[in-house]
């Protein structure tokens, strides 16, 4: 008999990913768990779609309501849109009070690199070397996952990104200076081959180069070389939007800088498919005026009700508030465990990475990583890697995540690395 | 007190598309109809995305259904997703067995467009000349609406699209022949410029040109020149998929041709965001091979639902069979109004164009259509306008339409033409 893998690579062809050597086959979820197939619970240690918890019944209901009204498109009037919006805008503390609706972070990153091209008329790009922003063509070039076919295009610059174990330029005290010198550099050879300089893309919290420990204020020099160089700060905040950090709504708060587009996605409906490019009006007019936008699903009712649910529910039940104080309990734990092969732990709200390195101290111990990874899930928790080279372990769960379910993580955690060799 | 349109350019910014002088505030609808904010009821004689009829109850109860078990991504096993897939799959008639489900008709043809550089390894693509097929970055380089800033990249060639007045090269007898030459001189002069040529990418009922006539056969000059140039024939079902057209499931069946990818979105699953790209096992591998694709929501367990649901409804209703019995019916009466400015009207299925024109026969009539969208919106009947100079009504109604439905629409455009000058 056909099995469930088998019949997904007959019906959606070769390398389409899975998480685990043995995928999971998962049915239902409820806050913090899912279960599989042989009704099997796991925590969820991992997802970040589920922002608010899986399948909370407010969203859901705010969902299945709306659907049964209306859901058209934008090119109609309707409140609803208009009501998120405002106050998604009155959630960030600067100029940011205008907003597109499309349906994937992909989309809106492919917006905000139009919106650099649109205020500056320029065409070069710049991004840290080991990134992802999303899996248009056009954002794809920016992504290091897979170098795209026939290689990086000309008008796009990688810069190295900052790392807490191999600081750029080799020395922490140092690597702001040099981050924001490698970023200068890029701005002259782009604007000497002739594209000039459109925008630098960055997530506030260089979650998928590994979640580095930054102090507040390590982005100001590159900020004001990318300012000086008429470039725009394109923000993604798709991973540390959204309260994910604890202690602000949105990670560019903890670095202190002020980007001039922010895009947001996965957590933003709870699953639904929403995402957002916030902006300065004088940036939406320029985009506006040079592109005819217009996207068919983004913003129509349906999805505005469900932003409005997710909003909602983050204040009322203080996600945000939650994920300062359990991510601090978290992290303090996480950081108790000891292992010859833990070179960091580190985090911040409700994200934690925790770097496995070789003897050395420095090289990258991937398969350690794997295999702490297989061994969580076999004690039924879910979480999974990141880094240059797939040894940073990464949690990431959803935000009503208490602090009795990180000591859940945490002793599971300790087992399995007790079993690790040494 | 500021107004709905003034707080929409404060929060969403300018140039924000609506429909009508004075746009429309919707809030509720049902099958066929909506209704405004002061409870006036419109007949919806435009929109396509609520396929089955504004807000199903069985589309919003397997939202909802779904939505409360269980919302996560493919990187987890789940029956619903292949479900949908293989249904969907054995819909078309070729060898067409393999999809990527996405969350936008643009996502879907900005994979689309690359499954062909992946198949073909180059990058040169044609399109026809007054077309729309998305707003990523790449997709809208084929798009006219408003060509690209710094214009069409040198690797996009468009072609005149068909049309029943002013046939390409003159003569209605020759146009398909006249078509197929056009692209293979822009295959040539791709190849010359060193790009070389991955893909023809087509609406088969080229429906923002204008929804022309054409025969059965039409593209098979066409499609022959591609194939044998190496080239992929890339068919964009988005308007005219999921039975539109009365007489076949899918655009290309009617004209009789088989093309190499198919997307789908916008009907796909009743206004919840999602879209596919259905191609042959060849064609996937090699886009699989060639770019690490993964879409979040894509194929989530919901959107496989709110799919699986709306295919259910168009079976169970026999909505592709209403298509044609209430198109024919439609179109005849249609058809039977007269007026001067009236060029040709013409339609498949629940899908119609009424184009005009000056007194010559041919000359565009761009503002007597507006005037008409105009004078249909005040008698609560909603349809558009579409064509190189705007001047072609366009109906493309909910699949529900029945021939009341049609009675009323046609009854209401005989009164508004009747007052229009002759």
């Not at 659907?67 to 805008?89: F, K, M, P």
């Not at 947001?264 to 940036?283: C, E, S």
């Not at 092969?341 to 420095?362: C, N």
Request: negative net charge; contains cysteine.
């Amino acid at each position: 008999m056909e099995s469930l893998e088998q019949r997904r690579q007959r019906l959606m062809g070769p390398n389409v990913p899975t998480f685990y050597r043995t995928p999971l086959h998962i049915v239902r979820g409820e806050g913090v768990w899912l279960w599989d197939v042989d009704g099997r619970r796991y925590l969820d240690c991992y997802n970040n779609v589920p922002h608010v918890g899986h399948c909370h019944p407010a969203v859901v209901e705010a969902i299945a309501r709306q659907a049964s009204q209306l859901n058209t498109h934008t090119r109609y009037l309707h409140e609803r849109v208009l009501d998120y919006i405002e106050r998604l805008c009155a959630k960030f503390d600067h100029d940011l009070s205008q907003a597109i609706m499309v349906c994937t972070g992909s989309e809106a990153n492919d917006i905000a690199l139009r919106m650099a091209e649109a205020v500056t008329g320029k065409t070069g790009l710049i991004a840290t070397d080991n990134t992802y922003h999303g899996n248009t063509k056009f954002v794809s070039q920016l992504s290091t996952r897979r170098p795209p076919i026939g290689g990086y295009p000309g008008n796009v610059r990688l810069v190295p990104a900052p790392d807490s174990l191999r600081p750029v330029g080799g020395d922490l005290g140092s690597q702001a200076t040099v981050f924001a010198e490698n970023v200068a550099r890029a701005i002259e050879e782009l604007e000497a081959s002739g594209h000039g300089f459109a925008g630098f893309m960055l997530c506030p919290a260089f979650a998928n180069e590994g979640l580095p420990c930054l102090e507040p204020g390590f982005l100001d020099p590159t900020v004001e070389v990318v300012r000086k160089a008429g470039g725009l700060v394109l923000c993604d905040e798709v991973q540390p939007g959204f309260g994910r950090l604890g202690d602000a709504w949105w990670g560019h708060e903890i670095l202190g800088f002020r980007p001039d587009v922010v895009t947001l996605g996965k957590p933003m409906a709870n699953g639904h498919p929403v995402a957002a490019v916030v902006t300065r009006p004088d940036v939406m007019a320029a985009f506006r005026e040079a592109f005819g936008y217009f996207n068919t699903f983004g913003g129509n009712p349906v999805s505005a009700a469900a932003c409005l649910a997710t909003l909602d529910v983050i204040e009322t039940e203080g996600l945000v508030e939650n994920a300062r104080d359990v991510g601090v309990y978290t992290l303090a734990r996480l950081q108790d465990l000891s292992h010859p092969r833990i070179g960091e732990t580190r985090g911040h709200g409700l994200f934690f990475g925790m770097e496995f390195v070789a003897e050395d101290g420095v090289a990258p111990a991937t398969d350690f990583a794997e295999a702490v990874v297989e061994g969580m899930r076999d004690r039924g928790i879910l979480l999974n890697r990141i880094g240059r080279k797939m040894n940073i372990l990464k949690m990431r769960p959803p935000m009503p995540f208490s602090r009795s379910d990180g000591d859940l993580a945490v002793e599971a955690l300790g087992e399995v690395l007790a079993r690790m060799p040494q």
